[in-house]
């Protein structure tokens, strides 16, 4: 087994490095050595990095001082057990790191399996628990899509509570998460306007996801229709207060999500109309969870997830292998050079 970690500098996002890990394993009762296979690599990897520290984010996966190994979404595979409910074998999706293996302590759970190790115990059930996943023709789009779209989703469905909304404004528009929901709101019938670099317009607004694109250095001049709501996924002070000075008295409510614009000066500012409130996507989980149970979420939750592909014909998937390569693609999604109509799927070997 050549086992390896991508380690990342938690102070410096931009200081990524390749370690080799321990060749040989000796597993605890109850844990489980994993293989991974495939994860995707997006701009909301980079949030993780960002929000590690106030979010717990670097806290599931522990790494040596000063580094950390920020989460990804995909599958993997048991190789080797000790625990009872998920033998040699099992295939997985869930929370992994960016790694070749690591290992995890599985046991059922409601529904499906969870991570009991002791760090993990006081994170959020969401990003511990892990589904079984026998292989499907749409893995890639799953590993891409499923977490991000699932922000997406929960934030539509959060967001249609307020009958009054008549328009959205999302900030980082080339971002996954901000074309889903853009997607499902307009379905809706709300107009969705799209904040983004020069770099991203043209080919943003060819893909035909927005009613309108505006760049960042217009942001200070663009209207929407009132009550128009500011979806962030920048975290870029300037652009927040840019647009809440632009729409005024039009903008009912400030949403943050992301920050995906990590080289932002991030100094607070003043700014007009409503106080920036975060959307935290297990939150509306657990709230439908409880009025539809958790089968019923992911049945209604797939049926999107289909529908959004099969409408998605924009979507390039790339594929990256081995370690080089994924230093490589996370450079590209860090330094903002990765285009809006592709998603980046990583396999180990």
């Given at each position: 087994?050549?086992?390896?970690?991508?380690?990342?500098?938690?102070?410096?996002?931009?200081?990524?490095?390749?370690?080799?890990?321990?060749?040989?394993?000796?597993?605890?009762?109850?844990?489980?050595?994993?293989?991974?296979?495939?994860?995707?690599?997006?701009?909301?990897?980079?949030?993780?990095?960002?929000?590690?520290?106030?979010?717990?984010?670097?806290?599931?996966?522990?790494?040596?001082?000063?580094?950390?190994?920020?989460?990804?979404?995909?599958?993997?595979?048991?190789?080797?057990?000790?625990?009872?409910?998920?033998?040699?074998?099992?295939?997985?999706?869930?929370?992994?790191?960016?790694?070749?293996?690591?290992?995890?302590?599985?046991?059922?759970?409601?529904?499906?399996?969870?991570?009991?190790?002791?760090?993990?115990?006081?994170?959020?059930?969401?990003?511990?628990?892990?589904?079984?996943?026998?292989?499907?023709?749409?893995?890639?789009?799953?590993?891409?899509?499923?977490?991000?779209?699932?922000?997406?989703?929960?934030?539509?469905?959060?967001?249609?509570?307020?009958?009054?909304?008549?328009?959205?404004?999302?900030?980082?528009?080339?971002?996954?998460?901000?074309?889903?929901?853009?997607?499902?709101?307009?379905?809706?019938?709300?107009?969705?306007?799209?904040?983004?670099?020069?770099?991203?317009?043209?080919?943003?607004a060819e893909l035909g996801l927005y009613d309108r694109i505006?760049?960042?250095?217009?942001?200070?001049?663009?209207?929407?229709?009132?009550?128009?709501?500011?979806?962030?996924?920048?975290?870029?002070?300037?652009?927040?207060?840019?647009?809440?000075?632009?729409?005024?008295?039009?903008?009912?409510?400030?949403i943050i999500v992301g920050a995906t614009r990590w080289q932002?000066?991030?100094?607070?500012?003043?700014?007009?109309?409503?106080?920036?409130?975060?959307?935290?996507?297990?939150?509306?989980?657990?709230?439908?969870?409880?009025?539809?149970?958790?089968?019923?979420?992911?049945?209604?939750?797939?049926?999107?997830?289909?529908?959004?592909?099969?409408?998605?014909?924009?979507?390039?998937?790339?594929?990256?292998?081995?370690?080089?390569?994924?230093?490589?693609?996370?450079?590209?999604?860090?330094?903002?050079?990765?285009?809006?109509?592709?998603?980046?799927?990583?396999?180990?070997?």
């Amino acid at each position: 087994m050549t086992a390896w970690d991508v380690l990342i500098n938690r102070d410096d996002l931009r200081r990524a490095e390749l370690r080799h890990a321990a060749e040989k394993i000796d597993l605890a009762e109850g844990e489980v050595l994993l293989e991974v296979e495939r994860f995707a690599l997006t701009a909301n990897n980079i949030t993780y990095g960002i929000m590690g520290d106030s979010f717990g984010y670097w806290k599931f996966f522990p790494a040596p001082d000063g580094l950390g190994r920020i989460p990804v979404w995909g599958f993997a595979k048991v190789i080797e057990s000790k625990a009872p409910d998920a033998p040699v074998g099992l295939r997985i999706f869930g929370y992994l790191p960016m790694s070749s293996h690591f290992t995890a302590r599985l046991s059922k759970g409601r529904n499906g399996l969870v991570d009991t190790a002791a760090h993990r115990a006081e994170l959020p059930p969401t990003y511990n628990a892990y589904s079984e996943a026998p292989e499907d023709e749409m893995d890639d789009h799953r590993a891409l899509l499923r977490p991000l779209l699932m922000t997406s989703w929960l934030l539509d469905d959060f967001l249609a509570e307020d009958e009054s909304v008549g328009s959205l404004v999302l900030s980082s528009a080339s971002s996954k998460t901000a074309m889903g929901l853009a997607w499902f709101a307009r379905r809706r019938g709300l107009e969705v306007v799209g904040l983004t670099s020069p770099s991203n317009a043209a080919k943003l607004a060819e893909l035909g996801l927005y009613d309108r694109i505006v760049t960042y250095d217009e942001a200070r001049s663009l209207s929407a229709k009132a009550p128009a709501v500011f979806v962030d996924f920048a975290g870029d002070p300037q652009v927040t207060s840019a647009v809440h000075t632009a729409l005024g008295e039009g903008l009912s409510r400030s949403i943050i999500v992301g920050a995906t614009r990590w080289q932002a000066d991030r100094t607070p500012v003043d700014l007009p109309g409503p106080t920036p409130a975060l959307f935290f996507a297990p939150d509306q989980i657990r709230k439908r969870a409880a009025e539809w149970g958790y089968e019923e979420l992911d049945v209604r939750f797939m049926a999107a997830l289909r529908a959004f592909v099969a409408d998605a014909a924009w979507l390039n998937v790339r594929q990256h292998v081995g370690p080089e390569a994924l230093l490589a693609a996370y450079h590209d999604v860090l330094e903002g050079r990765a285009r809006p109509d592709e998603g980046h799927i990583i396999r180990p070997v």
